[in-house]
C-alpha cells in the first residue's frame, strides 16, 4: 500500500527576549506562544509534516507534543539547523530523526539567510504559520510570503510580538480569530481542515 503523501506546513515561532527589541517583548503573550506552538503540533503532525527552524524555545515544545503521541510519527517533523550554532543546538533536537545542518556561513546573519532559504524556499508548502516571535519570524514571513504566494498565511496576533505586527501590516486580513481567540486546539483545526 501506497503511502499518504504528506503536505508540508511551515512553522514560525520564537519567543522574544527582553533584552533585546522592545517593540517585540512588550506586546508579546508567551503563555499564548507556548500553547499555540503546542496546539499547532498536536493539530498538525499526525496528518501532515511541520517543518521549522530549530529555535530553542519551540523546540522543547514539540518535542513534548512528540513524546505523548500514541503513534511513530517522526517522518511528520523536520528540524532545520544552521551549523553555525553547532555548540548551542539543545538536547530536544536528539529526539528527532529528521533534523537538516545547513552549512555554516561567514557570519551568523549570513548563516541564517542561508538556513532559512533551504527551508524555506526549497521545501513546498500548503500553509504558514507564524507566531510570536522578534526580526526573524518576520524576515521568515517575507521570504515565505514571496517564495510561495498561494500558500494560506496565518500570523497568530494572539501571541503578540512579531506576530501581531505581521498580521497588522496586511492589507487583506485573514481570519479575524487570530486576533483574540485562544483555544488555538479548535481554532487550528477548523482554519487547517482542508489542508491537513
Do not use: C
Not at 92 to 113: H, M, P, Q
Amino acid at each position: 500500500m501506497a503511502e499518504k503523501h504528506l503536505n508540508n506546513i511551515f512553522l514560525s515561532a520564537s519567543i522574544p527576549d527582553e533584552k533585546r527589541n522592545e517593540i517585540y517583548f512588550k506586546t508579546a503573550d508567551v503563555i499564548a506562544i507556548r500553547d499555540s506552538v503546542r496546539a499547532l503540533a498536536t493539530v498538525v503532525i499526525p496528518k501532515s509534516r511541520l517543518i521549522w527552524g530549530g529555535h530553542p524555545a519551540i523546540t522543547p515544545l514539540i518535542r513534548y507534543v512528540m513524546e505523548r503521541m500514541e503513534y511513530n510519527i517522526r517522518d511528520h517533523v523536520t528540524l532545520y539547523q544552521s551549523n553555525f550554532f553547532r555548540d548551542l543546538f539543545p538536547d530536544d533536537n536528539f529526539s528527532f530523526e529528521d533534523v537538516k545542518i545547513t552549512a555554516e556561513n561567514k557570519d551568523r546573519g549570513s548563516s541564517l539567510n542561508d538556513m532559512r532559504y533551504e527551508m524555506i524556499v526549497k521545501n513546498e508548502y500548503k500553509a504558514g504559520i507564524f507566531i510570536g516571535g522578534m526580526e526573524g519570524v518576520e524576515d521568515e514571513f517575507k521570504l515565505f510570503r514571496e517564495a510561495h504566494a498561494e500558500a494560506l498565511i496565518l500570523p497568530v496576533s494572539s501571541t503578540g510580538a512579531a506576530a501581531k505586527i505581521i498580521y497588522d501590516s496586511l492589507e487583506l486580513k485573514p481570519d479575524k480569530r487570530l486576533v483574540n481567540d485562544y483555544a488555538y486546539m479548535t481554532l487550528f483545526k477548523h482554519l487547517l481542515k482542508d489542508i491537513i
